[in-house]
């Protein structure tokens, strides 16, 4: 089996604003993966852009482990029914 070879990519840098909690899981993810969080990120869109799970029965159980230390209780089901919290000033 030949190994892929590395495609060349633009990055920049953003500022997207994301629900705490799960930003807490993600990194925490990203750390157990050894990799970092754009990398995560970018793996994440890239499987969810062709259909493909992007996770391992392995990794969904850390996640799950995850979700449950940082209290994260959203699942697909809340997708795009989020609202902000009322934020203190």
Do not use: C, W
């Amino acid at each position: 089996m030949s190994a892929k070879k590395p495609k060349s990519v633009e990055r920049v840098q953003t500022g997207i604003r994301i629900e705490k909690r799960m930003l807490k899981v993600l990194k925490a993810l990203a750390e157990f993966l050894n990799m970092s969080l754009g990398d995560l990120i970018e793996g994440i869109v890239l499987h969810a852009f062709d259909g493909k799970a992007a996770f391992s029965v392995n990794t969904l159980q850390q996640i799950a482990r995850l979700k449950g230390i940082y209290g994260l209780d959203l699942s697909a089901a809340d997708s795009h029914r989020l609202k902000e919290a009322n934020r203190k000033k």
